[in-house]
């Protein structure tokens, strides 16, 4: 686990599912609420995270990813970016492409660079997605189908330009109530047929769309808080969730998944579960 990788690296990823060989992830040194930008900031605004635990937690997670035969990579944390643990956010990868995003939140601009400095370091072509208001938490690829959450993060134009650059895929715009944040935080896709979501944030036509391609899951108001579509698929059923989300929990584990539970309830204080902290870059190496 290192910041400069000796062995070139090829993105690709298909899915959220299949095997997870490489993610990048950043510790949360410097994490803070210093802007509340979210529904869950407001809730713990005047609580605050500790930053101890939290630091904890994240290395107690990295730790698990590692045990289960996944190549962490760690971005430098910077103290001018209190978000920076949400990696999820600065880009995406699609087939053999991996994407930079660019940030909405001011208080989140310049995390890409960060990303960039890596991927040059890498000797990894990316796309940079420069004037687009496009963010990877409103992102889920499935095939070749790409699901976009509009969003307070990501706008139509952003999404119809991504139509022109991967004309060969399927772009769904998905719009949903804008205070959930990002499309991951109320729906997450955990196998070819299957995903979970939070009914509340959509339309009934969304609804609609959404159940003539998956059988949906759904998340109780309350584990959508702790964000319970937020989990994290390593392949072969294996998924990470909090212990907290109970439901969720046992409704995957009746369908026959695996869950690696590891809590971290003080990095979700800041509105990103496990999904919001990984970027993969690899999933499922003998598609490369």
């Keep these: 686990m290192s910041l400069f990788s000796k062995t070139p690296i090829k993105p690709f990823a298909s899915s959220e599912y299949d095997v997870l060989k490489k993610v990048i992830l950043c510790k949360p040194e410097y994490m803070t609420i210093r802007d509340v930008i979210n529904e869950t900031q407001k809730k713990f605004k005047d609580e605050g995270i500790h930053i101890e635990l939290a630091l904890a937690q994240h290395k107690k997670f990295v730790q698990t990813l590692k045990d289960h035969d996944v190549d962490v990579i760690l971005l430098p944390a910077l103290k001018m970016f209190p978000e920076q643990v949400f990696t ?10 991996m994407f930079v995003a660019e940030m909405a939140n001011k208080l989140r601009q310049g995390e890409e660079e960060v990303l960039k400095g890596w991927l040059e370091q890498q000797d990894m072509s990316y796309f940079n997605l420069r004037g687009d208001m496009i963010e990877g938490g409103d992102v ?27 004309p060969h895929y399927e ?32 339309t009934q036509k969304e609804i609609d ?8 899951i ?29 439901d969720v929990n046992e409704k995957l584990r009746n369908r026959g998944y695996e869950i690696v539970e590891v809590d971290i309830t003080e990095i979700i204080k800041s509105g990103g579960s496990f999904r919001c ?12």
């Design 171 to 202: 772009i769904v715009t998905i719009p949903f109530t804008e205070k959930y944040l990002h499309l991951d935080c109320v729906f997450n896709i955990i196998s070819p047929t299957e995903a979970l979501f939070f009914p509340g944030a959509f």
């Design 88 to 97: 999820r956010d600065i880009g995406f990868t699609a087939g053999h492409i």
């Design 140 to 166: 889920i690829v499935n095939g070749n189908c790409i699901y976009v959450g509009l969003s307070d993060r990501t706008n139509q134009q952003a999404i119809d330009h991504l139509q022109t650059i991967l």
């Design 277 to 288: 902290c990984t970027l993969p870059v690899l999933r499922d190496g003998d598609q490369q």
């Design 218 to 246: 759904e998340v109780s108001e309350e584990e959508q808080f702790t964000l319970g579509t937020n989990v994290l698929s390593i392949g072969n059923k294996k998924i990470f969730s909090l212990p907290v989300n109970k």
């Design 209 to 216: 769309i959404l159940a003539s391609r998956f059988e949906l």
